[in-house]
């Protein structure tokens, strides 16, 4: 009885593997700057009204059916007001990419961005005070 080997079927290992990268990718989108958060989806976001904790959300990864390596992402950013989204959203795919491929070893074959919104900054003194503070100088 002591000889406990737990062996794992195809589709758990893959959704702990999701869970994973979607947490590397979420970290990822939420470093780019113009990008105030991510939006969960709508299952997602029952998930958690029932007190189950997701990992990445406001991120979805899905596995390529014929290569276990292969992931497609998609993330559902909003973007600070005054930000060129296109822009952003280039740098949310390069980050995204570059930091899945390096710290899981998987390849990216896409990244997807679909801006869900626009924020305006929280912070209007933050703003005003810096441009005193230039005119100062």
Not at 44 to 53: C, F, M, P, R
Not at 61 to 66: N, S
């Amino acid at each position: 009885m002591e000889n406990n080997t737990s062996t794992e079927s195809i589709k758990g290992d893959r959704s702990m593997t999701q869970g994973f990268v979607a947490q590397y990718a979420a970290e990822a989108a939420l470093q780019v700057d113009g990008v105030v958060s991510l939006v969960p989806s709508f299952a997602v976001a029952l998930k958690e009204k029932a007190g189950v904790v997701h990992d990445g959300k406001g991120v979805r990864v899905v596995f390529d059916e014929t290569d276990d390596n292969s992931v497609s992402i998609t993330c559902y950013p909003v973007v600070k007001f005054g930000k060129i989204i296109p822009e952003i959203a280039w740098l949310i795919q390069e980050k995204v990419k570059g930091d899945v491929e390096r710290f899981t070893g998987l390849n990216v074959d896409t990244v997807d961005v679909y801006v869900c919104g626009v924020q305006e900054s929280k912070e209007p003194d933050d703003v005003s005070s810096a441009s005193e503070k230039g005119d100062s100088e």
